[in-house]
Structures are given as C-alpha cells and as structure tokens.
C-alpha cells in the first residue's frame, strides 16, 4: 500500500511540475465575429446568460431619481463601449 501510494505521490509531483512549467497567460475576453447578431444572442439567453454577456460586453446601464423625495423624474444612462458602436456601423 505505501509503496502503490508513493508511486502516486512521485505521479502527481511529476505532472505538478509539467503544469508550472506551462507559460501562465492572464484571463480575457477575444472579440471574434460569430456570424450572429447581440441580440440574436440576448434573445438565446435566460436572465445568468444576459448578464454575463452585459458584463463581458463593457455596456453598463444607470438610473437616479432626480429630484427630492416622491419625485417622478428618472435619468437613464446607457454606455456603449466604442468598438460596439464600430463594430455595429460596419453592418
């Protein structure tokens, strides 16, 4: 049993240095075009799927009350990242 072990423990201190000797590259986002529109896209996705595409995407969403207290007026602001807006004026 010690001996099936320590061929295990030699096994994965093996593979451990294989993986630390593998360049470690920092995550990212790549835009590729897939041949589908956002929307096509949003529409595919429960309310997870559409966050997540907001958040990879850059576009941000806000709104305020403007005014004091019972007030009605709304500011909304939406912003979208400058290579969206390129890459929508090319379709």
């Given at each position: 049993?010690?001996?099936?072990?320590?061929?295990?423990?030699?096994?994965?201190?093996?593979?451990?240095?294989?993986?630390?000797?593998?360049?470690?590259?920092?995550?990212?986002?790549?835009?590729?075009?897939?041949?589908?529109?956002?929307?096509?896209?949003?529409?595919?996705?429960?309310?997870?799927?559409r966050?997540?595409?907001?958040?990879r995407?850059?576009?941000?969403?806000?709104?305020?009350?403007?005014?004091?207290?019972?007030?009605?007026?709304?500011?909304?602001?939406?912003?979208?990242?400058?290579?969206?807006?390129?890459?929508?004026?090319e379709?």
């Amino acid at each position: 049993m010690r001996e099936r072990l320590q061929r295990q423990l030699h096994a994965l201190d093996r593979r451990l240095a294989e993986l630390e000797a593998i360049p470690a590259r920092e995550a990212r986002y790549e835009w590729r075009t897939t041949g589908g529109t956002f929307g096509e896209a949003w529409r595919a996705e429960d309310t997870l799927g559409r966050r997540a595409l907001l958040q990879r995407s850059g576009i941000t969403f806000t709104a305020r009350v403007i005014g004091g207290r019972g007030s009605n007026a709304r500011d909304f602001h939406i912003r979208v990242p400058e290579a969206i807006r390129l890459l929508q004026s090319e379709n």
